[in-house]
């Protein structure tokens, strides 16, 4: 891939070949290397990566932590910023994020800002990262008021994506980078979403060739839009789909009580219920996307009671997409196309999520709307 955007690479049992192969094409070589470990993805993963780093040709340290999205915040960026200054990085290192999401947006933002920006490679450990969080170069922490709320774009050399090492994650991980792979079957088009929905659903929460499959397409589909609109001025706006929804949701019930995948799995039937009462989804979408859900065990409800509207309308005012305390909203008219509905009232936003999630009856009439643009 040419221009800004960076093509992940996908396989299975290949890491060590796909690092050394990275490092390698790295101009000028590396002066050293700091490998940045989730101690949770240490067993799956560090044997793997020490194999790849046996000729790197510079020095190699390790810097392992606890990655947890309670810790993704500015105080854990700053200590493993002072732990690498003292590795004695220079402006030719590279910083290699190997873990989950949490890890390679904080890594990211550590890349990013260390010496005013050095080079970064990304390996996602997560089905969610292999999809997602660890492609586009969208790197941040979170504040208590909201997540990724501070950030800076900062692209990875590449991003290695071996799907063995996700054998031994747990179901609610698959079951998040899940969320992902439905966003991206809906902005891809009618074939990834028939793949879809005939995957077996053991298929899908394990390394298997179908999971190797869905996921090289669905960062495909992601590093596509990234290439044609980095900086998120026009086309990457479809990223969103599900996600302001979700980020609200997800804040609201605090990470332990609901993952972003999931968050974006309920976030994606919020933008379909508020599509359907527009009028502008196909006949029979949301339906077809509520039975895949279940059939790939995503969840559909809200855990525990909705919060109060007023408290929803200000979780989603908060979203860094936000303009002028008003939502720019990315909903679904049919698999392949997106419609994005611009100046929508956080108000009118919890409304849906409350019609949604709360069992509540469609709305008539305006949304509060400044208008629409398809994307």
């Known amino acids: 891939m040419t221009g800004t955007g960076i093509s992940?690479?996908?396989?299975?049992?290949?890491?060590?070949?796909?690092?050394r192969s990275a490092l390698g094409a790295l101009d000028p070589p590396a002066s050293s290397i700091l490998v940045l470990l989730d101690q949770g993805a240490r067993e799956a993963v560090r044997p793997l990566l020490e194999t790849g780093l046996q000729d790197a040709g510079c020095p190699v340290q390790w810097l392992e932590w606890r990655a947890r999205e309670a810790d993704k915040r500015l105080a854990a960026?700053?200590?493993l910023a002072r732990q690498a200054v003292r590795e004695g990085l220079d402006r030719q290192s590279l910083l290699l994020a190997a873990g989950g999401g949490v890890t390679t947006d904080l890594g990211g933002l550590l890349a990013a800002l260390l010496l005013r920006g050095i080079r970064w490679i990304a390996v996602p450990t997560t089905l969610l990262g292999m999809v997602d969080a660890a492609l586009g170069g969208k790197t941040a922490v979170d504040l208590p008021e909201g997540k990724n709320l501070l950030g800076a774009f900062h692209l990875p050399e590449a991003v290695l994506a071996d799907v063995q090492v996700l054998e031994s994650l747990p179901e609610r991980e698959w079951r998040c980078g899940l969320g992902e792979v439905l966003k991206s079957a809906l902005l891809e088009g009618p074939e990834l979403l028939a793949e879809l929905e005939a995957a077996e659903p053991a298929d899908?929460?394990?390394?298997?060739?179908?999971?190797?499959r869905l996921a090289t397409r669905s960062g495909m589909v992601k590093a596509a839009i990234v290439e044609e609109d980095f900086r998120e001025s026009g086309r990457r706006k479809l990223l969103n789909l599900g996600h302001t929804f979700g980020h609200a949701l997800e804040t609201a019930a605090g990470y332990e009580g609901l993952a972003h995948g999931e968050a974006v799995a309920l976030g994606i039937l919020c933008a379909l219920r508020m599509a359907d009462e527009l009028g502008i989804a196909e006949h029979g979408l949301s339906a077809r996307v509520r039975q895949l859900v279940a059939r790939m065990g995503l969840p559909s409800r809200y855990p525990?009671?909705?919060?109060?509207?007023?408290?929803?309308?200000?979780?989603?005012r908060r979203d860094k997409k936000a303009r002028a305390g008003r939502l720019d909203l990315v909903l679904p008219v049919r698999p392949g196309e997106c419609m994005l509905v611009q100046g929508i009232e956080p108000a009118v936003a919890a409304a849906v999520i409350q019609r949604e999630l709360g069992g509540g009856e469609p709305a008539a009439g305006n949304p509060g709307g400044s208008g629409s643009a398809p994307v």
């Open 304 to 316: 525990g009671a909705l919060p109060a509207p007023a408290d929803l309308a200000s979780f989603l």
């Open 77 to 79: 960026l700053e200590e």
């Open 204 to 212: 899908l929460y394990r390394p298997s060739d179908v999971s190797l």
């Open 8 to 19: 992940p690479v996908y396989g299975r049992n290949v890491l060590p070949a796909l690092l």
